[in-house]
């Protein structure tokens, strides 16, 4: 069940503006399971969708390229992305997605460099979109003018 606080968070319904909503806490308190929750409930208001799990990991072992052909491909629909370096990946995502209102999950993200390549500002995404992003770390988001932070405590 998605909390009353998140649920308004995300009003996807009467917003039309670009939401950046950050989740924060320590490791293994259900951000994951959260962000899974709050995609089931509301992916269908939106014409693109992507879900990008362990961010941190997936950026450490594959690269920021690989993470944004990801997002592309998802939230497009196309299975051929090419990209030659994270700049021109910075510039294909704000190219492709800023007419589009989609729903980006980034879930444990540790770097701002990572925000950067995959989502650097709200003028990167069409009107109504979404962006919920889960890290460790509530000064990330901070620094990356995230809007909207909320902090998952401990279930007792």
């Known amino acids: 069940m998605v909390s009353p606080e998140i649920n308004s968070l995300l009003d ?11 989740i924060h806490g320590i490791g293994g308190i259900g951000k994951t399971t959260l962000d899974l929750a709050v995609y089931n ?9 992507c ?7 997936n950026s450490d072992k594959h690269g920021l390229q690989h993470l944004q052909k990801i997002l592309l491909s998802e ?8 990209l030659t370096n994270v700049k021109q990946g910075i510039s294909v995502i704000k190219h ?3 007419q589009k209102k989609v729903l ?12 950067e390549a995959l989502v650097g500002g709200f003028d990167w995404l069409g009107s109504g ?4 992003i889960t890290t460790r770390d509530k000064h990330l988001l901070e620094s990356h003018g995230v809007n909207i ?3 998952l405590q401990v279930l007792n």
């Open 12 to 22: 996807v319904g009467s917003n039309d503006e670009v939401s950046m909503i950050g």
């Open 104 to 115: 980006l999950i980034l879930d444990d993200v540790d770097k701002i460099e990572q925000l």
């Open 96 to 98: 492709r997605l800023q």
């Open 75 to 82: 939230t497009l629909g196309e299975k051929k992305i090419k």
């Open 149 to 151: 932070t909320y902090e």
């Open 129 to 132: 979109s979404r962006v919920i």
């Open 41 to 49: 409930l509301i992916a269908d208001s939106f014409e693109g969708l």
């Open 51 to 57: 879900f990008l799990e362990n961010v941190r990991e």
